[in-house]
Each structure stands twice: as C-alpha cells, then as structure tokens.
C-alpha cells in the first residue's frame, strides 16, 4: 500500500499511515498532495474541474432541475441540463431519488418524462454492463459504414488529443474535455462522429481519451453511447452536419472558425450527400439482412434479498458508491468503513487528477470514518477487515467486473454481502437488453411511478 499521508482534510478520512495527518485546507492543496501520492498524475494535465464532489453539491444541482425547461432545450450548448451526471456516475445521487424529486416538482408525470427517459438511458446501459462486463470494450455489432472494424485506425492522432485540427467546433470540444472535465451531451456525439466516421478512428480510442478526462466518465454509458454514434450497437450511424451544430451552439464556433470562412468546412452539407462521402460503400454493401443478427444478451438478473449475516460488517465504499446517505452506511453507524484507490486501474486507465478530486470531496462528506487505502482492491480489503475484527464485508452491489472481480478474490477468505439501493425501474423476469426502445417498452410505466415506501 502506498503512503496516503497529509491526504487527510477532514475529521471523517482517515488514512493508514505511521505518520502525522496534516489538514489541507484548500482545494489546490488537496489536488497537490493527491498528484504526490499518485506520481503518475504528473503526466497528467493540472486543471480541476469547476464542479465539486459530494452530495451537498449535488442537491444543490438537484433542487435547481426544471424538467420542462430541460425538455424544451436540452439539445442546446446553452441549454437547461442538470449537470447530474458525475453525481450519478459515482452514486452520490440515485436513478430513483432523481425521478422522485422530478415527480414531486410536476403535476403531470408527463411534464418529467423527457427527463425521466434520459436517466433510463443510463438505468438501460448499466443493465447491459451488468450482462456482458468487459464486452463493453467489444464491438457488439458490425459497423453499419460499409467498413470493417480493420478499416479503422486504433489510435487518436495528436491533433485531435491536443486540440489542434484548425476545426473550431472539435478543438473547442478537446479544450473544455480536458480543462473542465465535462462535455454537454450534443458535444460527445458530434466529437465522436467526427472522430469516428471523419476520421476513421476506431471508436474504442475515443472512448478511453474520453474516460482519462470526465469526471462521469463510466464504461457503460461511455462506451456504449461511443457504439451507437460509430453504429456497432445501433441500426445506423449517427452523423451532423453544420446547420445543425450551428442551431444547438447559436453558432459560436462557426463564426471564428478558418474552414467556415474558407468553406472547406467538413460538415457543410446535407445529410444526403454526407452519407455518400462518409459512406461511399454502402451503396456496394450487400443486402442489409445479411448483417448478422445482434448478440442475445438474455434475461435480466433479478435481484434477490438477501438475509442479513449476523456478526460485524466493513463497509466497502467504492467508486460507484459515494452517497454518504446510503441505507447501508447510515443502517450501520458504528462499523468500519474503508475506500481503496485501485492503483492499477488508476493507472492503466491513465484516470486524470480533475476526477481523482472530485471523488475525494465525495469521500469527505461521508459520515462516520473512512480508512482510505490504496494498491489491490481484493488484498486491502482483507488487509482492512482483518485489523477491524469484522464477520463480512458489505457493499453496494455494481456492474463493474473490476469490482465484482476484488469481490470474488476476497469472498474466498470472507463473505461478500452485495446491498440493493432502492431500483430505478420495478424488477421484471427479463428485459429485451437488444435495444433501448425494447427496454423502454417494458420500463415506462414503472419508471414513471415515485419509489414506493418501505
């Protein structure tokens, strides 16, 4: 385990060290200490996101959502979203607490359902992860281009990375991924189109630049949406053209833009004749019944109950768990706590230092104490539930195979008890998972309903 010392900020963090814990009193203070214990942040750019972690952030968020004036303009750069996601992502707020506080500001349901259709996406993508793990990293389905995946070139050239394609829309999109941490939902589409079928990069390279940055970065909705723009988990691909970037962003990149003045613009035609020059070999395809048939990924699981193991728990936040009023953290006051920087994940997925602080100010709200331990998530958290004397390890179940891969490690030296935060959606036998019209379908009207009390 590596040394976590002076990463203490608050009285609830505490660090396993044999030496002093020193307050930092800042936010810079706390981003520098952080790219001292990781060193391999120094690679790493040094902005901070100007969204803070932690619920108390969060619901100030939540109490501003208007879900009709999220509908009505949603689309736009400068439209009324909610900013939501990374809260979600990390699970300081929940799928069903969101759609609650929705219904209980309309007095039509239908009023939030735009808005509640949207968080289905993401209650839909973290289903499919549950299902196929590490598939999310697999094209699910053929390219609908008329190119192979062999077609497409594995990495993200540097101008791309660095912000520097003289096109002002897609820089402009690199800078404010890199400096913010962030990125509206019409901006990840049109970059990953551009990158994808203007470029002919594999969607897989953007999807990881993509993960190194957002701070809501998760491979689920990351990575399947990737999909669905490049068109290997949808029927076609989704592509835009310049009167439609010029709509949602009232212009402002195409009035500073060199190729807007020199009409070279790559997107400067109708949807027509983008297909012909995207897709030139569509029309030489074969016959579209002949692509193969998308993967069955079977029934949903359904969550059972389980008993409650007696004896002494540890807590086991994680990183899709930082909602410091969980049932399962308040429902056990007194237990131990413990939170694990996996360092190889951390570092393979070259995870940059904006979200690294945005999680540790979601960490500094929980109640109680959290040990904060760093190095193999499975071998922490014995090394945490031995010198607390404890029965069984307890944690909010997720979809990640990281996750569920440290769990599995450790269940075969101490029981592994997974918690169910209230669902989104009513469990059913199954859910068609081929599509979110099919998941839809079946999810509407119990994703439409307030959670109902216990």
């Known amino acids: 385990m590596q040394t976590l010392d002076s990463f203490h900020r608050a009285s609830n963090l505490r660090v396993v060290t044999n030496q002093s814990l020193k307050p930092l009193p800042s936010r810079k203070d706390l981003a520098s200490t952080l790219r001292a214990v990781f060193p391999h942040l120094s690679a790493s750019d040094d902005a901070l996101s100007p969204r803070r972690g932690g619920r108390i952030a969060a619901e100030a968020l939540l109490a501003l959502v208007n879900p009709q004036s999220y509908e009505r303009s949603r689309n736009y750069l400068a439209g009324d979203v909610t900013r939501l996601s990374a809260y979600l992502r990390h699970g300081v707020l929940t799928l069903a607490e969101v759609r609650d506080a929705l219904l209980r500001r309309v007095t039509d349901p239908r009023h939030a359902g735009k808005l509640i259709n949207e968080l289905a996406w993401r209650d839909y993508w973290q289903r499919v992860y549950l299902q196929i793990g590490e598939g999310v990293w697999q094209d699910r389905e053929q390219y609908k281009t008329g190119y192979s995946a062999t077609d497409y070139e594995a990495v993200l050239p540097s101008e791309i990375l660095d912000g520097t394609t003289t096109l002002a829309c897609v820089d402009g999109f690199a800078h404010e991924l890199r400096d913010t941490g962030y990125l509206h939902n019409h901006a990840r589409m049109w970059f990953a189109a551009y990158v994808v079928h203007w470029r002919k990069i594999r969607w897989q390279a953007g999807a990881r630049w993509f993960l190194e940055h957002l701070i809501d970065g998760d491979e689920a ?234």
């Open 221 to 454: 909705s990351n990575n399947l949406s990737w999909q669905w723009v490049a068109s290997t988990f949808a029927s076609k691909a989704y592509i835009f053209n310049r009167e439609n970037l010029e709509r949602y962003t009232n212009g402002v990149y195409c009035r500073t833009c060199p190729h807007a003045q020199a009409r070279t613009c790559p997107f400067d035609q109708d949807y027509e004749g983008l297909e012909q020059t995207l897709f030139p070999r569509l029309k030489f395809a074969a016959n579209p019944t002949a692509m193969p048939t998308p993967p069955s990924f079977g029934p949903s699981i359904v969550r059972q109950r389980l008993p409650s193991p007696s004896g002494k728990p540890l807590l086991w936040v994680h990183t899709d768990s930082l909602n410091p009023k969980s049932p399962m953290l308040l429902a056990h006051p007194d237990a131990s706590a413990v939170f694990i920087w996996d360092t190889a994940w951390l570092m393979k997925s070259s995870i940059a230092l904006k979200r690294i602080v945005f999680m540790t100010e979601c960490l500094e709200e929980m109640p109680g104490t959290i040990e904060l331990r760093s190095g193999d998530v499975a071998t922490e958290l014995l090394h945490a539930a031995k010198a607390s004397g404890v029965d069984y390890i307890l944690a909010q179940r997720t979809p990640d195979p990281r996750l569920q891969a440290a769990a599995l490690a450790t269940q075969n030296h101490l029981p592994v008890v997974w918690y169910d935060p209230p669902p989104f959606v009513e469990e059913m036998r199954a859910f068609d998972l081929k599509r979110f019209s099919r998941y839809w379908q079946r999810a509407q009207t119990s994703a439409m309903k307030m959670t109902p009390s216990t």
